[in-house]
């Protein structure tokens, strides 16, 4: 069954899991799948591109601004919780 896209392209998603954050941009919806772009995640590299279902990408948070990496305990980037605000 194919559902009607729900994701605006260049939005941005926001997927928290313990205590780890990643953020995609959506390249593309076409209803039950969704193409994303890594802008931020632990242990993907920026820029990689990937296909999850739409109902994984409906379980994430809309969010309107990109995220300011800082760095972690051990020197790594990580997001700033603080700078991502939920979309309108």
Sequence with gaps: MHTRAT?????MLRHQALSSEAVYRVLRDDGELVSVEVLAAPGLEHGTRLTITAQSAR?????SERPAP?????????LG????????
């Design 7 to 11: 994701f605006p392209i260049s939005s």
């Design 59 to 63: 379980a994430m948070a809309a969010v």
């Design 70 to 78: 800082r760095p972690d305990t051990r020197g790594r980037l990580r």
């Design 81 to 88: 919780a603080g700078r991502l605000r939920p979309a309108r």
